[in-house]
């Protein structure tokens, strides 16, 4: 299965919701409103406004968001995950199509808390269904309050984070479904445009720029 790391998938209790040294900060308990619009603010203060993601900019418009509350089960969240890559699948291939499936503050049982359960909860099943429904057609982004990609297993100590761990953190347990072809187009469009061969180090070189303090004050703004 092909997991791609990020640049910077009657209806069940899962709901379609929209289109479209210090810790980090904690996330207050929020109704499903409130979790789409911040997690719209992360989309444009970090994924697009940091230029994390080459073509976020782009698939904003045909973007869906879906949430998963407290009411949900690990079925509802995976007949989420099957429609939606049964969906994207399906779509067009000359414009970008992609989903967000939200974990809200209050389904903390489907283990999303920690970045480790997250990525062998969640993400894994995700996986599992695109690898079964696409190929390797629909690929899966994780994102995470507490993501990290360091050697260190203690995946809530935000003290060792580094600002390059900022590619993959997000104000909600985020699980991102996007199609290979609109990777491989958008990637080949930055490469010919940044005359450089991966995003990945520039996005690392770009947050460390910035620094941590900044960067955690730019994710606080997007919580509250």
């Known amino acids: 299965m092909l997991r791609a ?4 998938a009657p209806r069940p209790p899962c709901r379609a919701a929209a289109r ?8 207050r308990a929020t109704s499903t409103r409130g979790v789409i619009e911040r997690t719209r603010r992360w989309l444009d203060a970090f994924v697009v406004g940091m230029d994390l993601c080459p073509f976020a900019r782009a698939s ?7 949430t998963c509350d407290a009411a949900s089960s690990f079925d509802a969240f995976d007949v989420i995950i099957a429609r939606e890559t049964c969906r994207l699948t399906a779509c067009a291939k000359d414009a970008p199509a992609t989903t967000l499936v939200v974990l809200e503050d209050d389904a903390r ?3 999303a808390d920690g970045w480790t359960a997250f ?25 995470h309050p507490h993501a990290t990609w360091s ?6 100590d935000d003290m060792a984070e580094e600002p390059g761990d900022y590619t993959s953190r997000s104000p909600s347990p985020t699980v991102h479904l996007l199609r290979k072809c609109d990777v491989d187009n ?3 469009t930055w490469y010919r445009a940044q005359g450089r061969e991966d995003i990945r180090e520039r996005n690392v070189e770009y947050l460390r720029a910035m620094g941590l303090a900044s ?3 730019a994710m606080r703004r997007v919580v509250e």
Do not use: H, K, N, Y
């Open 119 to 143: 990525m062998d909860g969640p993400v894994a099943r995700a996986e599992e269904t695109c690898e079964r429904l696409s190929g390797e057609e629909v690929m899966v982004v994780p994102f």
């Open 215 to 217: 960067l955690r004050d």
């Open 186 to 188: 958008a990637e080949t």
């Open 60 to 66: 904003l418009p045909t973007l869906v968001i879906e």
């Open 109 to 111: 049982w489907l283990g």
């Open 5 to 8: 790391v990020a640049a910077f």
């Open 151 to 156: 050697d260190d297993d203690d995946d809530d």
């Open 20 to 27: 479209i040294g210090e810790r980090a900060p904690r996330i």
